[in-house]
């Protein structure tokens, strides 16, 4: 219905303004009395407008109040995603900081684990030399002692000879039974 009154208000002033004809003032003026139609148009122009506003204000509201409320809650959304992207950022800035802190404590705890492997593998150096020089002086009392026992072999074997000991039974059975027991 609405439509049809709107069409109406657009077709019927076209229809009334082309059926005006040239050289037809004077009878304009014979039937209204006056020369000029400019206030009967301002009339006709204010209902017109009167009419417009009836029929396309409350469109025209509900138009820009739904778009008033689409870019309210688009703002809300956004002030919304921001909000969820700043808290993210808080934790993630905990997380990393929490993070630093662990790295932190784990280079301590490895310079201090490094710190003691270098002392347990000194110490186990030291000992270990202290181990190979023992076997040294060892080593060299035992090659010291055979050397002194080749040397009082081979004295022994080029200076005396059997004739020069003398052996009575005596001695071989004080030698022997020394063997045996």
Do not use: C
């Not at 005006?20 to 020369?35: D, I, M, N, P, V």
């Not at 030399?129 to 002086?137: G, N, P, T, Y």
């Not at 040397?151 to 004739?163: F, G, R």
């Amino acid at each position: 219905m609405k439509k049809l009154v709107v069409l109406a208000l657009f077709v019927l002033p076209a229809i009334v303004l082309a059926s005006a004809g040239h050289g037809e003032e004077s009878r304009y003026f014979a039937q209204t009395g006056r020369e000029s139609d400019y206030w009967p148009r301002v009339v006709n122009f204010t209902i017109f407008v009167a009419l417009l506003y009836y029929l396309l204000a409350n469109p025209i509201k509900e138009f820009f109040q739904g778009r008033k409320a689409g870019i309210a809650a688009q703002l809300k959304e956004i002030e919304d995603k921001l909000q969820v992207a700043k808290d993210e950022q808080k934790s993630a800035q905990a997380r990393l900081d929490e993070s630093s802190a662990k790295a932190g404590e784990i280079l301590a705890d490895a310079q201090n684990e490094a710190t003691l492997l270098a002392n347990k593998i000194s110490e186990a150096n030291v000992a270990e030399l202290a181990l190979m020089s023992k076997q040294l002086d060892e080593k060299m009392t035992l090659e010291e002692r055979k050397s002194v026992r080749e040397m009082i072999d081979t004295l022994l074997s080029e200076k005396i000879s059997n004739d020069d000991i003398q052996i009575t039974e005596a001695k071989v059975v004080d030698i022997i039974s020394k063997k045996v027991a």
